[in-house]
């Protein structure tokens, strides 16, 4: 089960790598001075080229559970939507809303910059600690509750490692039965 219609919009699940998505707006896992790093944000900054850090320059930063546009560069996309997720401190501090607002205000961002396909990383799941298997509940909640306000024709989970895709896959079944 790769797939899951909420709405009009299909909710998707590919594994591999969201650099060459083809997509209208791709999700960045940023930090919020959006000063780069690694994992998703290194691989997104070396792949689409020098105007995308110009452009977060020019921005300053990003608050937890925000998101902010710039140009894809060199990127098959149109967007990067830069979101910076909450740091994993033991589920007590506000990570769960967090994370959704992260989610929820990075599908609005796009749509208010006409983005019809918007893949996402799973946010804060690497260098922020965050269980994977609660980030992956709360990312298919924050995004199915999120779309039905907005003209999106589909959110592609692009998951990185073969754990990451069976958690995925765990969390869409009980859903695509409903
Ligand atoms: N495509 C898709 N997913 C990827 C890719 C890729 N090319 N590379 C890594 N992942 P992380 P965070 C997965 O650490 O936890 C950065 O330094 C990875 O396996 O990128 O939100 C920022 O600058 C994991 O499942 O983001 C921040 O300082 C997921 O992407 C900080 O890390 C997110 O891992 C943000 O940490």
Redesign the pocket.
Known sequence: MTELNVGKTRLTLVQ????VQQVDAIV??????L??????????HR?GGPDIMAECRRIGGCPTGQAVRTTAGRLPADHVIHT??P?WSGGDAGEPDLLASAYRRSLQVAADHGARTVAF??????????P?DLAAETALDAVSTAVANLDIDEVRF????DD?LEIYRQALQPRASQ
Not at 35 to 44: E, L, M, Q, T, Y
């Open positions: 591999g790598d969201i650099t960045n896992a940023a930090n919020a001075a000063r780069g790093g690694g994992g998703v944000d290194g691989a997104i792949a910076v997720g740091v990383p799973s946010i804060s799941t690497g260098v922020y600690g965050y994977k692009v998951v990185f490692g990451d």
